[in-house]
């Protein structure tokens, strides 16, 4: 039987950029942000939307802090695990949490086209304007959280809940 401790990994990748450290202002007003969009929503929704996002970005540093937070906020591992294949397992998620999932894929893949009417609508019809307004601009930061981490490659792995909150 083979122990964690016989087992070579890969190494671990080397950042780019330490950009907190070379922007403190912009990293600060990214948190400020942060905060100021996850007013109002529900802390597994939020994490939901971030680890999906993340997901699609190939954020590795953004899906190890989210689900690690998920798990902290009381989320199970199979909706978090299920969460990359939702269309076949929407059985594990509220109507509410799809329209958001489904908007969060919408907004983060844009470029495949405009957000669509029905999706936005779906959308606003679980959430009020307020809280509509505060689930796309989660959506929005964690996107900008994505480009951050991707471009300057920060490390996965390290994170513990709520190191950041």
């Known amino acids: 039987m083979t122990t964690d401790e016989t087992i070579e990994y890969a190494p671990e990748h080397t950042p780019r950029l330490a950009w907190a450290q070379h922007a403190p202002e912009v990293y600060r007003a990214m948190v400020r942000l942060d905060g100021a969009a996850r007013k109002g929503l529900d802390a597994k929704l939020f994490e939901l939307v971030k680890i999906r996002a993340s997901q699609l970005n190939h954020c590795a540093y953004c899906l190890d802090m989210h689900t690690k937070d998920a798990l902290a906020a009381g989320e ?69 959280w994505n480009r951050f981490a991707v471009t300057t490659r920060m490390v996965p792995g390290h994170y513990r809940p709520g190191q950041h909150g």
Do not use: C, M
């Open 76 to 144: 199970s591992v199979q909706r978090i695990v299920q969460l990359s294949a939702w269309e076949e397992s929407k059985h594990f998620y509220t109507e509410q949490e799809l329209a958001a999932i489904e908007l969060t894929e919408a907004v983060t893949v844009v470029t495949d086209g405009f957000v669509p009417d029905e999706v936005y609508e779906r959308a606003a019809k679980h959430f009020d304007e307020v809280q509509l307004t505060q689930l796309i601009a989660s959506i929005i930061v964690i996107n900008a």
